[in-house]
């Protein structure tokens, strides 16, 4: 039985209660208001014999890490398609135009898995990874919302990752040195 604790448009803690299965209430969180889908994308660049130059991370505060500004993957909520279903892909496109500036194709994209943060929420992350190598940036318009006005993206050096607090970034930049 899951039990709903607290809740608002963005988030619920939620209580599992099995005493069958031996659990007696685990609580964890859950993103309401993507239906508990998020997708992070790493854009990245090679040189001509295939090896990684360059990654693409977000510059943003996100306050419940730090104030200060942190590097981040490119991040957002699954919308949903016109039928009603999530829509990770188009999502990821989306994320990319909003956040880097960045227009690719659905063809351009490549997923890399999917997992979860952190044990104490349910969220799934679909990844993706788009090589980014010759391609302009154009303006990244952001959703409006106050933080993001003050984010922007940047080109780093793979070794930079390393400092890099944001999980999905690590996640991401494994993942793709490891394909």
């Not at 608002?8 to 239906?35: A, D």
């Not at 508990?36 to 306050?63: A, C, F, Q």
């Not at 194709?105 to 943060?117: A, K, Q």
Request: aromatic share 6%.
């Amino acid at each position: 039985m899951i039990n709903k604790l607290f809740g608002n448009k963005w988030l619920e803690m939620r209580e599992i209660v099995l005493p069958e299965k031996g659990v007696k209430g685990y609580t964890f969180s859950h993103e309401t208001r993507c239906s508990g889908h998020i997708v992070s994308v790493l854009p990245y660049r090679v040189d001509k014999n295939g090896n990684l130059t360059d990654i693409m991370v977000r510059m943003e505060v996100t306050p419940c890490w730090e104030m200060r500004l942190v590097m981040s993957s490119i991040t957002g909520g699954v919308e949903r398609d016109t039928e009603g279903e999530l829509d990770p892909d188009a999502t990821a496109l989306l994320e990319l135009k909003e956040e880097a500036g960045l227009v690719v194709g659905p063809n351009d994209i490549h997923d890399m898995g999917m997992c979860y943060g952190v044990k104490s929420c349910d969220t799934v992350y679909h990844l993706y990874g788009v090589d980014a190598t010759g391609l302009k940036t154009g303006a990244a318009d952001g959703d409006g919302s106050e933080l993001e006005k003050k984010a922007w993206c940047e080109w780093v050096k793979p070794d930079d990752i390393i400092k890099a607090m944001d999980p999905l970034l690590t996640m991401l930049f494994v993942r793709l040195v490891m394909r």
